[in-house]
């Protein structure tokens, strides 16, 4: 005989089902269900559709039965699911959470947040009575060093599929283009996400290697996530990985860096060192730097950024 579930466990799913329903489209049981279990709640079909049944009958929620499996969401003007504790402070905190994070959580867990997201806006809407904490999301904001640019376009489903992939350590089946237009489907080992300015990269490893690649999502034609799991390797650090400069088209070598560089153009690296060793002298109108940095193509093309004003390059590779 099965354990009657008890009445913590009902109300929980009930709010977590709750959160899930959106308003401008539906969604069915079992995405209901597939959406739930990629969070780690683990409930029937069953199950879900009953609850589904009755908080429709109890909510403005309504079911669209013209076809199966049937569809869910709130009814216009519906209030939704409200979230009373919720501070102004809390809620200008979780909107400015929601801008920066969109793209570097799991599109499951994102989804999982869309209540308190939704009822955070909410509370920072023009009419409401949080005025100074709406007044600060137009007063901070994150700019660009260089030149800005429009995020390339990331075909609809590809993040989700990567995120939750990684997200859950399944491999990933992606139909990518490389920036010369040759295709290619591989199976990968998802190991890592990263923005760099308006892109998105995945740090992965290819089936049959023991290297890592990037991968730009917007090259991604397609993506599915597997059911099959992998273990993370233990030596992987996507933050070694970064600071190798393999963002930046490096092979993870170390040089130490010398140039010299007109002062109006070079202030700034005494305020913002190239690295902690970093030596700076002064040589007339000039500075002459000295400092360890990855050797990549973004260091070379940072150097020919300052045209003329840079003189007297020299790189000496650091023996591993």
């Not at 039965?65 to 905190?93: C, D, F, T, V």
């Not at 892109?199 to 993506?223: F, Q, T």
């Not at 070694?240 to 010299?260: C, P, S």
Request: hydrophobic residues 35%; contains cysteine.
């Amino acid at each position: 005989m099965s354990k009657r579930p008890d009445t913590k466990e009902t109300v929980l799913l009930a709010l977590e089902l709750l959160r899930h329903i959106p308003r401008n489209s539906k969604v069915s049981a079992p995405e209901l269900h597939k959406r739930l279990k990629d969070a780690g709640l683990e409930r029937e079909l069953r199950t879900i559709q009953r609850q589904l049944k009755m908080l429709s009958e109890h909510f403005d929620i309504e079911c669209d039965e013209r076809s199966k499996p049937h569809g869910y969401r709130w009814k216009e003007n519906a209030k939704g699911m409200a979230l009373p504790i919720l501070s102004e402070q809390e809620s200008l905190i979780l909107t400015l959470a929601e801008q920066q994070l969109r793209h570097l959580l799991p599109a499951s867990l994102m989804k999982s947040m869309e209540g308190f997201f939704g009822q955070a806006r909410a509370n920072l809407e023009p009419f409401g009575h949080a005025q100074r904490e709406r007044e600060w999301l137009s007063k901070v904001r994150v700019v660009s060093t260089t030149q800005p640019l429009l995020p390339p376009k990331i075909k609809p489903g590809v993040f989700e599929e990567v995120s939750n992939a990684l997200f859950g350590n399944r491999w990933l089946r992606v139909d990518y283009k490389n920036a010369g237009g040759k295709e290619k489907t591989a199976d990968v080992m998802p190991l890592g996400l990263a923005q760099q300015g308006p892109r998105m990269y995945l740090v992965c490893r290819y089936e049959g290697y023991e290297n890592e690649r990037s991968l730009a999502m917007h090259r991604m034609i397609s993506a599915k996530a597997s059911n099959l799991t992998f273990e993370r390797p233990k030596e992987f650090d996507l933050q070694k990985y970064d600071d190798d400069g393999r963002f930046g088209f490096g092979e993870g070598k170390r040089i130490k860096l010398t140039f010299q560089i007109e002062k109006g153009a070079g202030f700034h690296l005494l305020e913002s060192p190239l690295s902690l060793d970093q030596v700076v002298k002064e040589i007339g109108d000039l500075y002459e730097i000295s400092a360890t940095v990855a050797e990549t193509a973004q260091l070379e093309w940072w150097l020919r950024g300052f045209g003329d004003a840079v003189s007297k390059v020299r790189g000496t590779r650091i023996s591993e």
